[in-house]
């Protein structure tokens, strides 16, 4: 839950304008929301783990954003402070199959239950205990957020706070610009430029270019909850512990 106080309102980038129009206003389920899944092979300080996650929360302004719309227009406000909604679950005393079954069941659910774009956090985390020195952590976030360039450096600092212990002032993170200033970049440039650019490059084509499915076309929104895609990430990309992760769309 996060506190009342705003330090920070300012527009959405097109891309986020597209995901927050269908997750208000048609809201199918599972859609994007993305979920990343590390595997820790090691005896894990969760408590401890917990405490890294709210200080890159508290480090990221993206992190303790929420989406409303105005009268004008959407607008996504940065909260001075949020809580990290945290889970935890023992499931040593479970079967193999049992843990199996409940963690899939978990996935699925959670993915459904998305978020409500006006509430702070849009990310949550989940930490299930399958043997002493096995665990499954489960990072869920909305999608306009986080997108695949920025998620790793997020479990990166995440492990480098955990692993060092120390205050995260004290640890030499790299820099990295608000978002904030990418949104005020961006609403600088001008854009005729960039129409003349194209208008130019594309001159001559007179229709859309035809697309050929050598095999059966996706599903469509409408005929599935979500698809599941996996991509698994080295673990030498994200720490230098013993983790592996994969992420699901």
Not at 16 to 30: L, W
Not at 54 to 73: N, V
Not at 94 to 113: G, H, N, P, T, W
């Amino acid at each position: 839950m996060s506190e009342d106080r705003i330090t920070a309102a300012y527009p959405l980038s097109p891309m986020q304008q597209g995901m927050f129009f269908h997750t208000a206003h048609d809201p199918p389920e599972g859609f994007y929301v993305q979920q990343m899944l590390c595997t820790l092979r090691e005896h894990l300080d969760v408590s401890r783990l917990r405490q890294a996650w709210q200080k890159i929360l508290d480090r990221h302004p993206i992190l303790r954003t929420s989406f409303r719309w105005t009268l004008r227009q959407p607008v996504q406000e940065v909260h001075q402070h949020v809580r990290l909604t945290f889970t935890e679950l023992d499931w040593r005393s479970l079967s193999k199959d049992q843990q199996a079954a409940l963690f899939e069941q978990y996935l699925i659910v959670d993915r459904k239950r998305g978020f409500v774009p006006t509430e702070a956090p849009l990310m949550r985390l989940a930490s299930f205990r399958f043997k002493d020195a096995e665990f499954r952590l489960v990072w869920t976030f909305h999608h306009a957020l986080v997108d695949g360039r920025s998620h790793h450096k997020v479990l990166k600092e995440v492990f480098r706070v955990y692993d060092d212990g120390r205050n995260i002032d004290e640890i030499p993170l790299e820099f990295l610009p608000p978002y904030q200033d990418y949104i005020a970049w961006l609403n600088k440039q001008d854009w005729s430029r960039s129409e003349a650019f194209w208008q130019e490059r594309l001159q001559g084509f007179t229709s859309a270019t035809t697309l050929r499915f050598e095999e059966t076309p996706p599903l469509k929104a409408s005929d599935s909850d979500f698809r599941i895609q996996q991509v698994h990430i080295p673990a030498s990309t994200l720490v230098n512990s013993n983790l592996s992760a994969s992420k699901t769309n």
